[in-house]
């Protein structure tokens, strides 16, 4: 296990996957395998491919990213839930006990994570722009992670915009920067260094950085902490 509730699969080539927390459904046409221990009367489990060329967070874990910090009841904000297809991997992560509170800009893309949500019970999606989180302030509660993806110039911003309304300090945020959206004129490496700046500026401070090549072209993910509790002297 790479993370708590990321498996891998073992064959030709090993592939990602999550537990799935709804057996028999597939989100997005992605491959199920079940195993389980036959001898020991155990329940067969099922399991769901996870596939990095469809998600940026799986192809962030395949470039050894070290943290997630989505853990089994752990409760993240995720902003840029599109229709669902690694929101519904985020909640596979973090099981019954935890949510994913999903917002979702376009209407139309979603009718798709709302549909899904229905068969989830820890999804609660919000059909909502990112960058005024007032307005779902009574739908997410403190939370432990924010996952971005958003490919917007303002997406600095708008991460701390949510992290000042929602993240625990000590809590972790996990983004994925598209440089070509951020600036088209400039160097990758320049307009994710530029963006790194802006984060520690509202107290997130960056803690790793992997490029998502070969999956994804001039993007990065960031994983970092908001307000980091000081250790008092003892």
Request: positive net charge; proline residues 6%.
């Amino acid at each position: 296990m790479l993370h708590p509730g990321v498996f891998i699969s073992k064959g030709k080539a090993d592939s990602l996957c999550t537990l799935n927390m709804v057996p028999g459904i597939s989100v997005y046409g992605e491959k199920r395998i079940e195993l389980g221990a036959t001898q020991g009367g155990d329940e067969k489990k099922e399991y769901r491919l996870w596939n990095p060329y469809r998600s940026k967070l799986a192809s962030a874990i395949y470039a050894g990213v070290s943290s997630i910090h989505m853990g089994p009841g752990s409760k993240v904000l995720y902003l840029g839930g599109a229709t669902g297809t690694t929101v519904s991997h985020v909640s596979d992560l973090v099981g019954p006990e935890g949510m994913v509170y999903a917002v979702e800009f376009s209407h139309r893309v979603g009718r798709d994570l709302v549909e899904m949500s229905k068969r989830r019970p820890n999804i609660v999606p919000i059909i909502e722009d990112a960058r005024y989180p007032m307005k779902y302030r009574m739908l997410v509660p403190m939370v432990d992670c924010i996952f971005m993806d958003v490919a917007q110039p303002d997406q600095a911003r708008i991460l701390a915009l949510n992290a000042q309304a929602f993240l625990q300090n000590g809590g972790h945020y996990v983004i994925s920067i598209k440089a070509n959206c951020i600036d088209s004129t400039l160097e990758a490496p320049v307009v994710i260094a530029s963006e790194l700046n802006k984060l520690k500026k509202d107290k997130l401070k960056p803690l790793e950085q992997v490029s998502l090549e070969p999956f994804e072209r001039d993007h990065a993910v960031v994983v970092g902490i908001f307000r980091p509790v000081k250790k008092s002297a003892s």
